[in-house]
């Protein structure tokens, strides 16, 4: 067995009975050695809390045996990982042995490759390591184990010709196509992160997660009860409770939002930093990371559209996010389908326009779905604050005091939830180019797909209850790229199946006629 794999390590694709025969002359080659000083490293950090309580009882008993037997157990383990994985790259299939008490073998064909990731963390990358991350696009509900193929790890050196290798699925015949093959096309940059768009990193959740994961942390190791004893907190809730409620509560809530802030203008550099979008032609490229670098190749044949992403925070902004609609990447994993992070609107438009190589998706105006649409809005939108008020009317009438507090609510309630309803129905639309459906909706997360006809297989027309009574309908495109599938909501029924027709001709079928 062949310990460490050379260039070339990857042999062009290939089909039939000759394939597999070869492939099963193939050597079992086992991750570079240096993964030897990674992963006793990865596996105590993980499990440091473990480790952390081993310190505690071994303090407490005067006993040490308990850590050093611990952190023997991390370390055994770690390496035990080298010896019990191996994996083999032939012209059929990917194969991945692994597993110390639980063996298993993963097994890919070739041609059901859809994406490669490339990661390197601080530790990977002194040591000159990658892992790299074989996908098939399985949706995420679906048994992953495909998608848990995972090379960890490998010299950096081998990962450029091997991401290449894997992505090419095309069989080869002849020496000179094998070397054409595995030669990547020039590449030009079409997106390049700067340091400026930190500023769009506070209009998102990240912070608040992050704190709330901090929090949760706290009170699961009993960390909270020390602080709340701690003099510097009993000196800051008698200062509270001298300065009043109105104040402690107005000046917590500006440390919360000053600490999330900072949190995700920490993570936003660290995740993004140094981002690059490349465009080779027949491949997309997707670079980022400060401390742990990530790697992206997107085929482009597999490429059905792009999702600018304007979440209400960020649209206020004046920012946008924008991912690819690819065959074979799900949509729930964010990152594999990135293009652009948080960054100016203009700037993932012209990205956008330069992907899909098409430079009216940013400027055709989109067609608003009418009067019942705007109204199904207005008359959601103010849902709470009708409840509110029928349960404070209901109060009142059982001779109970409502006071204004709770009425000023209802107030708030209602001016939101119009001003709510404004908003969704302002960003509601869709247009049709030739060979694009473009639709969005949303408020709070709102979301503009471009999605490439050719990549719809298959259309439903779905009414509600309600939505038969208003005579309205939602049309679903389904497609095998991203979400599976992108809506057309609150459509007036009787444009759904010309709606279809225009953008597939005879989707609507005898539908379309009626």
Known sequence: MSATPEPGVAPPIAQGEAAIAAEREQPWLRLDKRMLLVHPVTEIVRLLPVLLISLVIGSQSGNHVWVLLAIAVFLAYGVSRWFMTSYRIGPVHVQLRQGLFRKRLLSIPRNRIRSVDVKAGVLHRLLGLSIVRIGTGQQVGSKPDAAKFELNALSSGLVPDLRVALLTRQPVAATVEQTAVMCEPAADEIGHWKPGWVRYAPFSVTGAVTIAAIVGL????????????????????????????????????????????????????????????????????????????????????????????????????????????????????????????????????????????????????????????????????????????VVAVGVVILGRPVFWPAWAAIVVLGVGGVALAWDRYRGLGHAVLPGWLITRSGSLDRARHSLESDGIIGWTVRQTFFQRRAGVATIIAATPAGTGEYQVIDLPADQAWSLVESVTPGGGDVWARR
């Open 218 to 389: 706290a009170f699961q190791y009993g960390i909270v009860g020390k602080i709340a004893r701690s003099t510097t907190i009993t000196e800051g809730i008698e200062s509270a409770e001298r300065a009043g409620v109105a104040v402690a509560v107005a000046l917590g809530i500006v440390v919360v939002l000053i600490a999330a802030s900072t949190l995700a203008c920490i993570r936003y550099l660290v995740t993004y930093g140094n981002m690059t979008l490349t465009d080779s032609g027949r491949t997309l490229h997707v670079s980022h990371g400060l401390l742990e670098t990530r790697q992206t190749t997107l085929d482009r044949q597999r490429l059905r559209g792009t999702t600018l992403r304007e979440p209400l925070l960020l649209r206020l902004a004046g920012g946008a996010r924008l991912d690819a609609i690819m065959t074979g990447v799900s949509a729930e994993k964010r990152e594999s389908s990135l293009l652009l992070p948080q960054a100016p609107r203009a700037e993932a438009e012209r990205v956008m326009s330069t992907v899909i190589d098409d430079d009216r998706q940013s400027v055709v105006p989109l067609t608003p779905h009418g009067p019942v649409a705007q109204r199904r809005r207005y008359l959601r939108g103010l849902i709470p604050a009708e409840i509110a008020f």
